[in-house]
């Protein structure tokens, strides 16, 4: 309890400027935010709630992360079907006989029952040799069955000849020979809540974003709800670009993420993550320079029309957050999240509980405010 | 505790016959069985334990319910993955993208998801109407999403129109109209672990079992254990057969099961299941008098090469029990069991200890007797 509330006082961070309202207020509001919605120090600064111009009533259209976890989910989810979503082997399976764009599926790797995408055996490093040499692969993503938000996921960007096996080079330029990596997947394919790693073609991002940053497949992140009237609704998106020779565009780790206009698809007010410590607005990607506010994004229609599709055949899901990305063919969706972070959304978006959302959701029983 | 030994003496049905032990010796050998390794009066009866020729190391050779339900089972099967057999629509996507032929999916109903194989809506009663007319059906299976064992299960053998309307008839000769219908469908059915209905094509028999009993789709049941080293062995299979007028085959209610030859796919000894009173062995169907033993079930090579091919592909679920039929152009998997019965299996093929079962079973680190 003293370690939780030391560790709360630790991220508390009062802003000084004309612009900001007093520290003095600043604490009072942190304190009563906190104790009565259950919003952090993080939440309070990522939403610029100490700017003057940021009224109470305003504030209470945001809501805390505390809420959506423990009031919002729990109304909105049928726990049995969460498997579709957390599971990617299922996620392919089922998306894909639906007509959804996801990236190629390659084959799952798994130390008693891998099997390539024509159901031969992949478990081990001579299936692993045969599948290379067979299909003639050059790049693939390894992804942990039932990994969340990118962790674990690697990237084979190149595969060399080297004796009688391979040695692969990963989106560092880091080499690995495959006796190891092999080793390491059966090592940890069971860490995860569903055991085994799907293999994934690379994607190649439309040329458009690939000048914003080559490093990092950026995506953009669309939360849908269904209505009561069982229509979707897409309400809040954003856009997310890696920094320089990094690989993950991820806001948590690093990266920055932009607002998207839902109608058009242009992009509107960037900003980082303020764990990093600065909650600057960006019109321009820091690295290549590129002007990102304005921004058109394409397929932008496509996008929403994809991820509304897919919502809509997801059995007992409610709200998903969809990671998807823009190819020069068109989008593809990486992922679904079911348990979706509304700090990155709301920070960039405006509070979620807008009229009109809270309507719908009162409807599926969230009273607050 | 006082209510389980009476539900259980209930249960002892002592045999009197030259071939029977001494009525005290079933009774002793009730008690120690039931005490020492939790095997029920009816599964002494159904393994025909009160013969003179079961002696003790036969005997030995069977596992109780008890024993495969929680000693054994809980460890070949990973919980969280189950959901890819007893959740029908996940099933159907998994096995159809990997070429195993399941009964071809018209649509899943569902008043928030639902949706049709082309792609449109399925959610109300007037989803339901275009439906029909666009795709001209007349008939099909509806499934409860996670129904078990066959409950819930109708069957629609006609469907005409009807000024506006359909009228759907079933194969009990009940009439429905599509709002009765669709009002059923809203409702989650008894029991079952989903929620919604997945339609599908009636299947058609292959002619041979057809001429055996053609009221009931007769079926394969298969057990597979996948070993750690991806290798799938087939342990019990059993071939069922409906009696006449019943549009069910299932052994418990009323059916005939018949020991299959794993190596070539001939029937061998037939019975009733012992709970009916009747433990003469079966040689004919008792409606349509065709000789069942020595009776070569079609496409039996094919039959077991998909049933193995599943096994291997099914990840983190290394025991299933398979519901196969057989159409006049090869097998179809109908349904996969993780959490199957051994009565069915040891009555008609013995005890599930033989020295290859032996062996799997200490591969996974079971200690057996």
């Known amino acids: 309890m003293v370690k939780k509330l030391k560790r709360v006082l630790g991220n508390i961070n009062l802003h000084h400027g004309p612009d900001s309202k007093s520290k003095m207020r600043q604490l009072g509001e942190i304190m009563w935010l906190g104790l009565k919605y259950g919003f952090s120090p993080i939440e309070y600064e990522a939403y610029r709630f100490y700017l003057k111009d940021k009224k109470m009533t305003e504030m209470l259209t945001y809501m805390s992360n505390q809420e959506v976890t423990s009031k919002l989910r729990p109304l909105i989810y049928d726990e049995r079907m969460l498997v579709i979503l957390n599971n990617k082997l299922l996620f392919h399976r089922f998306y894909g006989a639906s007509g959804i764009a996801l990236p190629k599926f390659m084959g799952f790797f798994h130390p008693e029952s891998g099997f390539t995408n024509d159901t031969l055996p992949l478990r081990n490093l001579d299936d692993f040799k045969r599948w290379i040499q067979r299909e003639g692969i050059n790049q693939f993503f390894v992804k942990p069955c039932g990994g969340k938000q990118g962790f674990g996921v690697m990237a084979i960007y190149r595969i060399l000849p080297h004796g009688n096996s391979y040695i692969f080079e990963d989106a560092e330029g880091q080499e690995w020979k495959l006796e190891k990596l092999i080793d390491g997947l059966s090592l940890r394919a069971k860490e995860t809540r569903y055991s085994g790693y799907i293999l994934e073609e690379v994607v190649e991002q439309h040329p458009l974003l690939n000048r914003v940053n080559q490093s990092s497949l950026n995506t953009c992140r669309l939360l849908t709800l269904k209505l009561p009237d069982n229509t979707v609704e897409a309400p809040f998106a954003i856009a997310r670009f890696g920094r320089k020779n990094s690989y993950v565009d991820s806001w948590s780790q690093g990266g920055i993420a932009y607002g998207v206009e839902m109608d058009t698809g242009k992009l509107t007010r960037g900003s980082f993550n303020p764990q990093w410590g600065t909650t600057r607005t960006d019109p321009s990607h820091p690295d290549t320079e590129v002007n990102l506010q304005g921004l058109s994004l394409p397929y932008w229609e496509e996008t929403i029309a994809q991820v509304k599709k897919a919502a809509s055949i997801t059995p007992g899901i409610k709200s998903i957050g969809w990671d998807v990305a823009i190819t020069p063919d068109g989008p593809l969706i990486i992922e679904g999240n079911s348990t979706w972070s509304p700090i990155a959304i709301q920070s960039l978006n405006g509070g979620l509980l807008s009229s009109r959302n809270r309507d719908n959701l009162r409807h599926y029983g969230l009273l607050i405010r | ?369």
């Not at chain 2, 059906?137 to 509806?142: S, Y």
């Not at chain 2, 469908?185 to 919604?196: I, N, Q, T």
């Not at chain 2, 006449?244 to 061998?268: C, F, K, M, N, P």
């Open chain 2, 1 to 369: 505790m006082i209510g389980k030994l009476k539900r259980s003496l209930n249960n002892v049905n002592l045999h009197h016959s030259p071939e029977s032990k001494s009525k005290l010796r079933q009774l002793r050998e009730i008690l120690w069985l039931g005490l020492r390794y939790r095997f029920s009066p009816i599964e002494y009866q159904a393994y025909r334990f009160y013969l003179q020729e079961k002696d003790f190391p036969d005997m030995m050779t069977y596992l109780s319910n008890y024993e495969i339900s929680f000693k054994i089972r809980q460890r070949l099967i990973n919980p969280k993955m189950q959901a890819m057999l007893t959740n029908k629509l996940l099933f159907h996507g998994f096995y159809q993208s990997y070429g195993i032929p399941t009964p071809r999916f018209y649509g899943y109903y569902h008043q928030e998801s639902g949706f049709t194989a082309d792609g449109h809506p399925l959610k109300n009663q007037e989803d339901f109407y275009l439906w029909i007319k666009r795709a001209g059906l007349k008939q099909m299976f509806i499934k409860p999403c996670g129904g078990k064992q066959g409950s819930g299960i109708m069957a629609i053998n006609n469907i005409i129109e009807n000024g506006g309307d359909l009228i759907l008839e079933d194969v009990r000769g009940q009439i429905w109209q599509t709002g009765e219908l669709v009002e059923c469908l809203k409702e989650e059915a008894d029991g079952a672990s989903y929620p919604g209905y997945i339609f599908q094509e009636i299947i058609k028999q292959h002619p041979a079992l057809n001429q055996v009993n053609s009221t009931s789709v007769n079926c394969c049941r298969l057990l597979t254990i996948r070993r750690p080293n991806g290798t799938v062995t087939l342990p019990f299979a059993v071939f069922r057969f409906g009696r006449s007028g019943h549009y069910v085959d299932s052994w418990s209610q009323g059916g005939i099961a018949y020991d299959i030859d794993r190596e070539t796919g001939i029937l061998t000894r037939g019975s009733y299941n012992p709970q009916w009173g009747d433990t003469h062995k079966v040689s004919h169907h008792p409606d349509s008098n065709i000789k069942l033993e020595g009776f070569q079930i079609p496409y039996w090579k094919e039959l077991k090469e998909m049933v193995i091919k599943a096994a291997y592909i099914t990840p983190d679920i290394r025991s299933i029990g398979w519901d196969v039929a057989v159409s006049p152009h090869g097998p179809i998997l109908l349904e996969g069991n993780s959490l199957w019965s051994p009565i069915l299996y040891q009555s008609m093929n013995g005890g599930f200890l033989n020295e290859e079962n032996k062996e799997t079973l200490r591969q996974y680190g079971f200690k057996v007797r």
